[in-house]
């Protein structure tokens, strides 16, 4: 798969995609990110993070015109997320006790990606796909990404926040409809 197909997956939240990405990656970022003399917990919590900063980077088109692959893009992230880390706990007592546990983050990945979904979930997804183009964008940057009305009004061009505000009433009142019946 070309990169560019890559970031258009993982534009569009394709679980596989990102699952890929996540596998691939994993041991060569701990392998990199052990010459910061960092942990193994702070390596893999910088690298987790760094996956869900990728994620949501590439949905908001962040990641388009990319002048370099995804992997070494997601090792950027996870190195400033790892010096961030050591620079706010220098601050901090370094011999704070920690319980170590010890993980098997292959399962933990495998088990998040493969969760099925239920019931209610099945209707909602096949009730928003139905939706229009409109009503996805709309409800997915309001519900899914967290913006408010007005950040909507901004990205998608209206003119008055109420014309959003009715087109989302309107979107759920279609996407209840959908799964009611």
């Known amino acids: 798969m070309s990169e560019h197909q890559l970031i258009l997956l993982l534009k569009e939240s394709d679980k596989e995609a990102l699952k890929m990405v996540y596998i691939e990656n994993r041991i060569p970022f701990i392998n990199f990110a052990r010459k910061f003399k960092v942990s193994e ?51 901090k007592v370094l011999d704070f006790p920690l319980e170590k546990e010890d993980y098997n983050y292959k399962s933990i990945a495998e088990d998040f990606f493969e969760e099925a979904p239920n019931k209610l979930e099945l209707l909602l997804q096949k009730g928003f796909a139905s939706l229009g183009k409109k ?17 909507i009004s901004d ?8 014309v959003v505000k009715s087109q989302k009433s309107r979107c759920i009142k279609q996407l209840k409809e959908k799964i009611n019946n």
């Open 41 to 91: 917990n702070d390596i893999v919590d910088a690298y987790q993070d760094a996956i869900i900063v990728l994620s949501e980077k590439a949905f908001k088109g962040e990641i388009d015109n990319l002048n370099c692959s995804v992997k070494t893009y997601l090792f950027g992230i996870g190195k400033y997320i790892l010096f961030e880390k050591a620079r706010k706990t220098q601050k």
């Open 135 to 151: 009503c996805k964008e709309v409800l997915r940057l309001f519900y899914y990404r967290g913006f408010t009305i007005d950040e």
């Open 155 to 162: 990205r998608l061009g209206y003119k008055d926040k109420n």
